[in-house]
């Protein structure tokens, strides 16, 4: 089957360009010393976590107890859930997955929350991996740097069920601070807290074996920090425009990592010489960021959404006008929630379909 036959709108992966990333963070880990956890939010498909892990990852990261679900179901270990896990019908379902998948951790920041995790560990005879989720100034979930992280942690250690593993320090508003230079500055001035709240626990004796963060925006930034010991960046393995155009180090562009996903669409009608109308539109890409121009692949003409089923490309280059029944690829503004749109990735090397990949964890919104 060639990419031409593929039905649209559809999510295309270039395997050229997305083997090329995973070895570039793997060769960019080594050399720093670092390991990598990648977070499978990006992509919810577990055979993309199967090849991120065969390049030297050691699991992946998941934003919901569900998506890790399915991850360990396809045999995916060493997974880490960043999002605190309270309700009650959900700590049931989370020892049943460490019955299967010991080595899961999952992340606390409150008290009783640690009280109803050791609770049902014991219950169910299974020991909880723990790491204490401290918030980094993103003002999202996380308990304070510094003493109130110290005196959870001691919670943990003193609690049976449970074995204390390190930290969690996600600082995801670093992440698309515009320029290298300053995103280096903000991230550094983030992430100190936590070196500091690591120092300070294993003054008291507490056992720290990991230290997590980072994002694909500050990737080559975190791994400065001596005491992080691995990385959460998920969004390099395929990329997207938002990243894309933050910088990187040596210029405005982040170019260490490819574009390797795509959106393909077909032109459905070309109703007039300054207008034409592809077959994606709100259905089809994410919606929380701009699009760009640089998001079409084809130059000379410019997308907008039109709608649920369509979208509307002006001409601004009339010798490069699109034809009816022609396929046309876009670049997502934003890459997780674009997949989280589809069932499936077509996998493409050059013209041919190579293979065709469940989006398993797609709609795991629990």
């Not at 992430?191 to 300070?200: F, H, I």
């Not at 959404?305 to 509307?312: V, Y």
């Amino acid at each position: 089957m060639t990419r031409d036959e593929i039905p649209t709108p559809a999510l295309l992966l270039d395997m050229d360009r997305f083997e090329r990333n995973l070895e570039r963070m793997a060769k960019h880990v080594r050399t720093a010393g670092k390991q990598l956890r990648p977070h499978a939010k990006t992509h919810r498909c577990p055979e993309i976590a199967h090849r991120q892990i065969a390049a030297g990852a050691l699991g992946v990261a998941c934003a919901k107890l569900g998506e890790a679900e399915v991850m360990a179901r396809f045999g995916i270990r060493g997974l880490l859930i960043t999002t605190e896990v309270v309700a009650p019908s959900a700590l049931r379902r989370l020892t049943r997955l460490v019955a299967e998948a010991p080595d899961t951790m999952v992340v606390v920041d409150n008290r009783d929350n640690v009280d109803a995790l050791a609770r049902a560990a014991a219950e169910d005879g299974v020991t909880l991996n723990v790491m204490i989720d401290i918030d980094v100034g993103g003002r999202r979930t996380g308990a304070q740097p510094g003493e109130a992280a110290l005196e959870l942690a001691r919670h943990v250690a003193h609690r049976g069920a449970l074995r204390l593993r390190g930290l969690q320090g996600y600082a995801g508003h670093c992440a698309h601070v515009m320029g290298w230079a300053k995103r280096r500055e903000a991230s550094h001035a983030a992430m100190t807290p936590l070196m500091e709240t690591r120092a300070r626990l294993e003054a008291d004796g507490l056992p720290i074996d990991i230290v997590a963060g980072g994002s694909t925006g500050t990737f080559d930034i975190d791994v400065e920090l001596q005491g992080l010991t691995e990385l959460q960046s998920g969004s390099y393995c395929v990329m997207d425009v938002d990243y894309r155009r933050i910088g990187g180090r040596a210029g405005d562009t982040l170019t260490d990592f490819e574009m390797a996903l795509t959106v393909a669409t077909t032109v459905v009608s070309v109703p007039t010489g300054e207008r034409a109308m592809v077959d994606g539109g709100l259905k089809a890409f994410s919606t929380d960021k701009p699009f760009p121009p640089e998001a079409v692949e084809r130059p000379g003409v410019e997308y907008g959404f039109a709608g649920d089923e369509h979208g509307r490309l002006t001409i601004t280059d009339p010798s490069r006008a699109p034809r009816l029944g022609e396929r046309i690829e876009f670049f997502p503004p934003h890459c997780d929630p674009t997949f989280n749109l589809y069932d499936r990735v077509w996998c493409v090397r050059g013209p041919r379909v190579e293979a065709v990949w469940d989006i398993a964890a797609r709609g795991r919104s629990d």
